[in-house]
């Protein structure tokens, strides 16, 4: 389960990252630099206690976020 809440932003992140895309596609989608996803993907991490992109994408479709 989620324990705290992911922003928006955070949001569109993980849905990206859920449709495969990397981290530089993300940014250009999003029209932010790389580095920029890559600090939303550690808050992600932190928020869902997740270690890596598909344990993050697990708890997120198993939470309904996604």
């Known amino acids: 389960m989620v324990k705290k809440k992911l922003s928006k932003r955070e949001l569109e992140v993980i849905n990206l990252v859920s449709l495969g895309l990397g981290n530089k596609q993300i940014g250009s989608k999003l029209g932010i630099r790389e580095h920029t996803v890559k600090?939303?993907?550690?808050?992600?991490?932190?928020?869902?206690?997740?270690?890596?992109?598909?344990q993050a994408i697990a708890i997120t479709i198993r939470s309904g976020l996604i």
């Open 39 to 54: 600090n939303h993907l550690t808050y992600i991490y932190q928020k869902l206690e997740a270690s890596n992109r598909a």
